[in-house]
């Protein structure tokens, strides 16, 4: 092209950059005069001065670029933009390879790019460059600036002895050392006021490095000074802010990276959103040949022959915008962001980007970099219409135009038109229009137009961004954080929007094992939006995120979860909730994913099925395994599943407490009956099968989600297997308690607890039927006998079930001394206190007046009259207490206390065993918990919960010596 080489002012283009307040004309005049003080020969005509006033009311960076030096406004609008263009650089290169220090070439560099600034937007404003010259001048000066810091910094480490090149000229020629450009940058589409964004890699394996030097903490430190040296603002400015934050997972690596390490993440780590941004690529500095072999080595990571249409929909999950769809016609152009909002820059990029994506593997002409020359190729290879690249060129230039008239006000990458009437009719002045109206149709007209084709590009693929996010952005893709993005979280309830945007790029960046196939990224991006929903809704979705963060770091694959949680929105919010609800229980899912398969079974939440069908369910799976370790495997898959569900559908109300309590017992009885069948196939060796007596809480129907089980195992052998006996059966004892309680592949079922077994730890593990009788009637204390009100057989042969049952009652309705009897109940009561007594309100078990007093009151008023009244035995609390009321043995209005007592103490253990682990503390707890809490207690805040424990605590306490006496 021929060069016109005419001083830039005889080429300015007028403009009507008014200077309607006058202070651009005083500006003028000022950085006049004090040129004229240097160059008394400096004249401008009315012409130029008026251009100038236009520029400096509009833009108070340029006037004091003049301002520090007046000879640059001379030097500037003298010459030809061309000629001022080349002598700017030649006399950087000058300067840059004589600095004595890093200082000096600093100062060199920050004077050389405010030459380059105030020389650019010049012509830029005149109109003596086009766009397209701009943004490629200013990437050329990039270029040059940014290659001289390189090759200031290997030459330093040359004479440190670390570093020797080929060519000590040119030391970065062979070095290793890749400087990577990216984005508008790479694509020679640098912006008026912009960051660099680039990659740095190194090539260990051609690093002219000295003996003894290790790369990466060399090349590390050299990245540090580079940025120090481009990116520090001094008294003369700064050269370029400097982004390195597109390297792979920036939040753990180091600011170099080596050619291997890299290969190796873009090959099993590396995301969409990544492989669009290495069309841009380009090496700036540094080694360009290892650069470009780089990239080559890159290119089928980057340009796939067959590419799945999934990845296309994670490509487009980057500018997640619900306003990409059709419906939301209006944009407003005041505070509108030209490069990020509906109809901006980044849409024109995208849709240039995706179908390159789809296309480069198979016609590599496709391959390149800038828009505007990606437009036209796309529309000689038929996959855009002449129409399309012609409005979206013209969009394209006029955007850019806008978008370095805002950076050049105040040398600020500001993509954002002003929000305030008079700021935006300034700034449309300085944009080159005589009235705002005119800028806010022509700008509401171009993006209309970008956003009618970007929406058309993808109205076919998945939809990408929920109507549930607010219609905002939700971009977690990229190196800088969404300001949109962050507003969106806000308005949907997390307190630390960047704290979600760091966590889902996390995941994005496969740091958990679970993340790091690229499908489960895939599917994860598609369904973001619903996801942050669902969280959203809960009563802390901060909470409920981290912990659903920590579970995806403890599961081995998340791509059967995604998938599953994409096509069931139901089982989305349920695992919603118990992330938010339930830590508990989120562990356990994380460490059970056939549980998740529990979850999604239709039959899982059907029509309840009756105790028969649960025994004969778990019964059928344990014993449908061959071997004996795969049964053991079995009876906690199936134990497992089965207590998750019955949480499950306390969380969320479908059954009540005292139903859990039931669904629990039921679920381990059914297991102990399998597994003492199990046991006994095994190593019974002839001898006749003992029973299980359930105590405590199992005895009593009372089991929580987090119980232990207490068992008793009683035993009744013909006389001639009597000497064999007693071994026999404590090593199947041992067997049944190893089968219920260790761990296997499959985890943990129980924890098993026989301390209540005759003579307690002294005593044998087994005990034969008419010695249990005997100590119960001879040698059993009194908290033996109150224990044994909750006694129930649950496994074994049914006579001999039957049997024990028939000597339990015999014992429990023998004549007693009530006195002692009260007075044994007082001193352990005593004892307990003594021992754990607690002043922490949610100790429901051993707070004065607690549970333990209620369940001491329901066993000494059985043991006390039952010889009278046997009827009113039952292993279960609450059950006891109503048939102690019918029978009179307690005034109705006591026994409604208790009754009342032991259900609001169930409903709260119930809880709290479901969802914590240790102690509860209301104010730390999770928002949903204590919603959970109040729902089953039926009470309207945590202070009325509290005030209504103490004071059932002190109606127990007082009624606690008033019957036990």
């Given at each position: 092209?021929?060069?016109?080489?005419?001083?830039?002012?005889?080429?300015?283009?007028?403009?009507?950059?008014?200077?309607?307040?006058?202070?651009?004309?005083?500006?003028?005049?000022?950085?006049?005069?004090?040129?004229?003080?240097?160059?008394?020969?400096?004249?401008?005509?009315?012409?130029?001065?008026?251009?100038?006033?236009?520029?400096?009311?509009?833009?108070?960076?340029?006037?004091?670029?003049?301002?520090?030096?007046?000879?640059?406004?001379?030097?500037?609008?003298?010459?030809?933009?061309?000629?001022?263009?080349?002598?700017?650089?030649?006399?950087?290169?000058?300067?840059?390879?004589?600095?004595?220090?890093?200082?000096?070439?600093?100062?060199?560099?920050?004077?050389?790019?405010?030459?380059?600034?105030?020389?650019?937007?010049?012509?830029?404003?005149?109109?003596?460059?086009?766009?397209?010259?701009?943004?490629?001048?200013?990437?050329?000066?990039?270029?040059?600036?940014?290659?001289?810091?390189?090759?200031?910094?290997?030459?330093?480490?040359?004479?440190?002895?670390?570093?020797?090149?080929?060519?000590?000229?040119?030391?970065?020629?062979?070095?290793?050392?890749?400087?990577?450009?990216?984005?508008?940058?790479?694509?020679?589409?640098?912006?008026?006021?912009?960051?660099?964004?680039?990659?740095?890699?190194?090539?260990?394996?051609?690093?002219?490095?000295?003996?003894?030097?290790?790369?990466?903490?060399?090349?590390?430190?050299?990245?540090?000074?580079?940025?120090?040296?481009?990116?520090?603002?001094?008294?003369?400015?700064?050269?370029?802010?400097?982004?390195?934050?597109?390297?792979?997972?920036?939040?753990?690596?180091?600011?170099?990276?080596?050619?291997?390490?890299?290969?190796?993440?873009?090959?099993?780590?590396?995301?969409?959103?990544?492989?669009?941004?290495?069309?841009?690529?380009?090496?700036?500095?540094?080694?360009?040949?290892?650069?470009?072999?780089?990239?080559?080595?890159?290119?089928?990571?980057?340009?796939?022959?067959?590419?799945?249409?999934?990845?296309?929909?994670?490509?487009?999950?980057?500018?997640?915008?619900?306003?990409?769809?059709?419906?939301?016609?209006?944009?407003?152009?005041?505070?509108?962001?030209?490069?990020?909002?509906?109809?901006?820059?980044?849409?024109?990029?995208?849709?240039?980007?995706?179908?390159?994506?789809?296309?480069?593997?198979?016609?590599?002409?496709?391959?390149?970099?800038?828009?505007?020359?990606?437009?036209?190729?796309?529309?000689?290879?038929?996959?855009?219409?002449?129409?399309?690249?012609?409005?979206?060129?013209?969009?394209?230039?006029?955007?850019?135009?806008?978008?370095?008239?805002?950076?050049?006000?105040?040398?600020?990458?500001?993509?954002?038109?002003?929000?305030?009437?008079?700021?935006?009719?300034?700034?449309?002045?300085?944009?080159?229009?005589?009235?705002?109206?005119?800028?806010?149709?022509?700008?509401?007209?171009?993006?209309?137009?970008?956003?009618?084709?970007?929406?058309?590009?993808?109205?076919?693929?998945?939809?990408?961004?929920?109507?549930?996010?607010?219609?905002?952005?939700?971009?977690?893709?990229?190196?800088?954080?969404?300001?949109?993005?962050?507003?969106?979280?806000?308005?949907?309830?997390?307190?630390?929007?960047?704290?979600?945007?760091?966590?889902?790029?996390?995941?994005?960046?496969?740091?958990?094992?679970?993340?790091?196939?690229?499908?489960?990224?895939?599917?994860?991006?598609?369904?973001?939006?619903?996801?942050?929903?669902?969280?959203?809704?809960?009563?802390?979705?901060d909470l409920a995120l981290s912990t659903f963060d920590r579970f995806l770091g403890e599961v081995p694959t998340a791509l059967q979860l995604f998938s599953?949680?994409?096509?069931?929105?139901?089982?989305?919010?349920?695992?919603?909730?118990?992330?938010?609800?339930?830590?508990?229980?989120?562990?356990?899912?994380?460490?059970?994913?056939?549980?998740?398969?529990?979850?999604?079974?239709?039959?899982?939440?059907?029509?309840?099925?009756?105790?028969?069908?649960?025994?004969?369910?778990?019964?059928?799976?344990?014993?449908?395994?061959?071997?004996?370790?795969?049964?053991?495997?079995?009876?906690?898959?199936?134990?497992?599943?089965?207590?998750?569900?019955?949480?499950?559908?306390?969380?969320?109300?479908?059954?009540?407490?005292?139903?859990?309590?039931?669904?629990?017992?039921?679920?381990?009885?059914?297991?102990?009956?399998?597994?003492?069948?199990?046991?006994?196939?095994?190593?019974?060796?002839?001898?006749?099968?003992?029973?299980?007596?359930?105590?405590?809480?199992?005895?009593?129907?009372?089991?929580?989600?987090?119980?232990?089980?207490?068992?008793?195992?009683?035993?009744?052998?013909?006389?001639?297997?009597?000497?064999?006996?007693?071994?026999?059966?404590?090593?199947?004892?041992?067997?049944?308690?190893?089968?219920?309680?260790?761990?296997?592949?499959?985890?943990?079922?129980?924890?098993?607890?026989m301390r209540l077994r005759p003579s307690g730890k002294a005593g044998p593990v087994a005990v034969r039927l008419d010695g249990f009788l005997s100590y119960?009637?001879?040698?059993?204390?009194?908290?033996?006998?109150?224990?044994?009100?909750?006694?129930?057989?649950?496994?074994?042969?049914?006579?001999?079930?039957?049997?024990?049952?028939?000597?339990?009652?015999?014992?429990?309705?023998?004549?007693?001394?009530?006195?002692?009897?009260?007075?044994?109940?007082?001193?352990?009561?005593?004892?307990?206190?003594?021992?754990?007594?607690?002043?922490?309100?949610?100790?429901?078990?051993?707070?004065?007046?607690?549970?333990?007093?209620?369940?001491?009151?329901?066993?000494?008023?059985?043991?006390?009259?039952?010889?009278?009244?046997?009827?009113?035995?039952?292993?279960?609390?609450?059950?006891?207490?109503?048939?102690?009321?019918?029978?009179?043995?307690?005034?109705?209005?006591?026994?409604?206390?208790?009754?009342?007592?032991?259900?609001?103490?169930?409903?709260?253990?119930?809880i709290l065993r479901l969802c914590t682990e240790g102690a509860f503390n209301p104010a730390a707890a999770p928002c949903d918990l204590i919603e959970v809490?109040?729902?089953?207690?039926?009470?309207?805040?945590?202070?009325?919960?509290?005030?209504?424990?103490?004071?059932?605590?002190?109606?127990?306490?007082?009624?606690?010596?008033?019957?036990?006496?």
């Amino acid at each position: 092209m021929q060069l016109d080489h005419a001083a830039l002012r005889n080429r300015l283009t007028p403009t009507p950059l008014d200077d309607v307040e006058g202070s651009g004309r005083q500006r003028a005049d000022r950085a006049v005069a004090a040129l004229k003080a240097a160059r008394p020969e400096a004249t401008f005509d009315d012409r130029t001065l008026a251009f100038l006033s236009g520029v400096f009311a509009g833009s108070h960076y340029l006037f004091g670029l003049v301002e520090r030096n007046p000879e640059r406004l001379f030097e500037t609008l003298e010459t030809s933009p061309e000629a001022r263009f080349d002598a700017v650089l030649a006399r950087i290169a000058d300067e840059a390879a004589a600095a004595a220090s890093q200082r000096e070439l600093m100062t060199a560099l920050r004077v050389a790019k405010a030459d380059i600034a105030f020389l650019v937007a010049l012509a830029d404003l005149g109109e003596v460059w086009s766009v397209d010259e701009v943004t490629l001048r200013l990437t050329d000066a990039a270029d040059a600036l940014v290659g001289h810091a390189v090759r200031f910094l290997l030459a330093r480490a040359m004479e440190a002895r670390k570093f020797f090149p080929p060519d000590h000229t040119r030391p970065e020629e062979g070095s290793g050392f890749i400087v990577l450009g990216m984005g508008k940058y790479g694509a020679h589409e640098l912006n008026y006021s912009s960051d660099i964004d680039l990659i740095i890699f190194y090539d260990r394996e051609i690093a002219p490095l000295g003996d003894g030097i290790e790369a990466q903490p060399f090349f590390v430190r050299l990245v540090r000074d580079l940025v120090t040296i481009l990116q520090e603002r001094t008294a003369d400015g700064y050269v370029f802010r400097t982004d390195l934050r597109l390297r792979p997972d920036p939040g753990s690596t180091q600011a170099a990276i080596s050619t291997d390490a890299a290969f190796r993440y873009y090959e099993s780590l590396g995301q969409n959103w990544e492989r669009a941004a290495m069309i841009k690529a380009r090496p700036v500095a540094g080694d360009i040949a290892a650069g470009d072999a780089f990239l080559k080595s890159l290119s089928p990571y980057v340009w796939r022959k067959y590419l799945d249409y999934n990845a296309i929909s994670d490509i487009h999950a980057m500018k997640r915008q619900i306003h990409a769809a059709k419906g939301h016609e209006k944009i407003a152009v005041a505070g509108h962001n030209l490069k990020l909002g509906r109809g901006g820059i980044r849409e024109i990029e995208f849709f240039v980007q995706s179908q390159q994506l789809i296309a480069g593997g198979r016609q590599p002409p496709l391959r390149t970099r800038r828009t505007i020359t990606g437009l036209k190729l796309l529309t000689d290879y038929e996959w855009i219409t002449p129409e399309v690249r012609d409005d979206l060129s013209d969009a394209y230039r006029t955007l850019r135009r806008m978008e370095h008239r805002l950076q050049m006000v105040a040398d600020q990458q500001t993509h954002s038109l002003p929000a305030q009437p008079a700021e935006l009719e300034r700034f449309a002045r300085f944009a080159g229009y005589a009235d705002v109206a005119r800028f806010e149709r022509d700008m509401r007209s171009t993006m209309m137009m970008v956003q009618e084709h970007y929406a058309a590009l993808f109205e076919k693929t998945p939809q990408l961004t929920a109507p549930q996010a607010g219609g905002g952005n939700l971009v977690f893709a990229g190196d800088v954080e969404d300001p949109a993005t962050l507003t969106t979280l806000a308005a949907m309830g997390f307190k630390n929007p960047s704290g979600v945007i760091g966590m889902v790029k996390g995941w994005h960046y496969g740091r958990y094992p679970a993340m790091r196939s690229a499908r489960a990224r895939e599917i994860l991006t598609e369904f973001t939006p619903p996801l942050l929903e669902a969280f959203g809704k809960t009563g802390d979705p901060d909470l409920a995120l981290s912990t659903f963060d920590r579970f995806l770091g403890e599961v081995p694959t998340a791509l059967q979860l995604f998938s599953m949680l994409r096509a069931n929105p139901t089982f989305l919010q349920l695992l919603a909730q118990i992330m938010g609800s339930a830590p508990r229980l989120a562990r356990i899912l994380s460490r059970r994913r056939r549980i998740m398969e529990a979850l999604l079974d239709p039959d899982g939440f059907g029509e309840a099925p009756t105790p028969e069908e649960v025994r004969d369910h778990i019964r059928r799976d344990i014993l449908a395994a061959e071997t004996y370790d795969d049964r053991l495997d079995r009876a906690r898959v199936v134990g497992q599943e089965r207590m998750f569900l019955a949480g499950v559908e306390l969380l969320s109300g479908r059954i009540d407490p005292r139903e859990a309590g039931e669904s629990y017992s039921l679920i381990a009885e059914s297991v102990i009956e399998a597994l003492l069948d199990v046991v006994q196939e095994r190593y019974g060796n002839g001898m006749p099968a003992p029973v299980v007596l359930a105590m405590g809480k199992l005895g009593g129907r009372e089991t929580t989600a987090s119980s232990d089980v207490d068992l008793i195992v009683v035993y009744d052998v013909p006389q001639e297997k009597m000497q064999a006996a007693p071994q026999h059966y404590a090593r199947l004892t041992q067997r049944l308690i190893s089968a219920l309680s260790a761990p296997t592949p499959e985890g943990e079922l129980y924890a098993v607890d026989m301390r209540l077994r005759p003579s307690g730890k002294a005593g044998p593990v087994a005990v034969r039927l008419d010695g249990f009788l005997s100590y119960q009637k001879n040698e059993a204390w009194t908290w033996e006998h109150l224990a044994l009100t909750r006694a129930r057989p649950i496994a074994g042969p049914p006579e001999l079930r039957e049997r024990l049952s028939g000597m339990i009652r015999d014992v429990l309705t023998l004549p007693r001394d009530r006195a002692k009897t009260a007075a044994d109940v007082l001193e352990m009561r005593a004892l307990i206190e003594k021992e754990k007594g607690t002043r922490d309100l949610w100790q429901i078990k051993t707070f004065n007046g607690g549970l333990i007093d209620v369940e001491f009151i329901a066993q000494f008023l059985q043991v006390a009259h039952a010889e009278r009244l046997p009827d009113i035995l039952d292993q279960n609390t609450e059950a006891a207490l109503r048939k102690l009321v019918a029978a009179g043995v307690l005034d109705p209005e006591d026994g409604g206390r208790l009754i009342h007592a032991a259900e609001l103490y169930n409903e709260v253990s119930q809880i709290l065993r479901l969802c914590t682990e240790g102690a509860f503390n209301p104010a730390a707890a999770p928002c949903d918990l204590i919603e959970v809490l109040l729902h089953v207690t039926g009470e309207p805040d945590i202070a009325r919960l509290e005030g209504r424990l103490r004071d059932t605590y002190a109606e127990v306490a007082a009624l606690f010596p008033k019957l036990v006496l």
